[in-house]
Nanobody, 123 residues
Framework: QVRLVESGGGLVQAGGSLRLSCTAS????????MAWHRQAPGKQRELVAS???????YYSDSVKGRFTISRDDAKNTVSLQQNSLKPEDTAVYYC?????????????????WGQGTQVTVSS
């Protein structure tokens, strides 16, 4: 079983910054894609940013230039630096990690989600 633990959400004024982190734990982890999604009240969950093992990144148009995703493979951690936050960034943010892990007597694929962390930006 792969467990993800998120941290770093909170309440901030518009224009402020937050840094979200997500750490994966499990046996024999080999992590591939790492990403952050968010879900605002009454809206569908959307992809915010992702990063490949080679460091290639993707950002949604709504956060490009303001958010930065990074990964530390030695710590099995993905982070999201959020700058110039806007009220419309208010949402629950979820990390998503995919890869392989040792389960029982063999390696298998996993696709795990964090528990979510609330980000609230006041105007």
């Amino acid at each position: 079983q792969v467990r993800l633990v998120e941290s770093g959400g909170g309440l901030v004024q518009a224009g402020g910054s937050l840094r979200l982190s997500c750490t994966a734990s499990g046996s024999g982890l080999s992590i591939a894609a790492m990403a952050w999604h968010r879900q605002a009240p009454g809206k569908q969950r959307e992809l915010v940013a992702s990063i490949t093992p080679g460091g290639n990144t993707y950002y949604s148009d709504s956060v490009k230039g303001r958010f930065t995703i990074s990964r530390d493979d030695a710590k099995n951690t993905v982070s999201l630096q959020q700058n110039s936050l806007k009220p419309e960034d208010t949402a629950v943010y979820y990390c998503n990690v995919r890869g392989t892990h040792y389960s029982g007597s063999a390696f298998s694929n996993f696709d795990s989600w964090g528990q979510g962390t609330q980000v609230t930006v006041s105007s």
